[in-house]
């Protein structure tokens, strides 16, 4: 496994156990995330609140975890399941009601002098949608 690829496994599990201090590490103070819902938010500590504040409304985790990586080892894809429960209705979304998901997603973590420049979510988000509407 490449540096990167570590980093990316370290963060997705820092994720799972909600631990923000550790995701702060791994960051670069400038990082740019381009959220699954299209806003890019720039900076650390703007990111690390973004995460907890999706946290808030969506009690999800990832697993079956896949990481790939460039040829230069400055981009890293992780393909994951995330499973979780809607538990507080985020605006832009269908009324939370405790629905449960499980949907494919990617994380896409870009790095520069080893810390986190970028990071990307993405999935479907019209089947994501779907789900949350039943």
């Known amino acids: 496994m490449t540096d990167a690829q ?4 370290r963060f997705m599990q820092a994720l799972n156990e909600r631990d923000f201090e550790t995701i702060g590490t791994f ?3 400038d990082v740019a995330l381009d959220s699954l819902t299209g806003l890019r938010t720039i900076g650390a500590g703007p990111l690390r609140m973004g995460v907890m504040s999706y946290f808030r409304h969506f009690d999800e985790s990832f697993s079956d975890m896949v990481l790939m990586h460039d040829a230069f080892g400055q981009r890293v894809a992780v393909d994951v ?3 979780g429960h809607y538990r507080e209705t ?12 499980s949907i494919p997603s990617v994380f896409v973590f870009e790095f520069e002098n080893g810390a986190v420049t970028r990071l990307s979510h993405y999935r479907n988000i019209r089947v994501f949608e779907k789900a949350l509407a039943r």
């Open 81 to 83: 399941t995330a499973r």
């Open 27 to 29: 960051l670069d103070e």
């Open 90 to 101: 985020m605006p832009g979304f269908p009324e939370a009601s405790g629905q449960s998901y």
């Open 6 to 9: 570590t980093i990316a496994s």
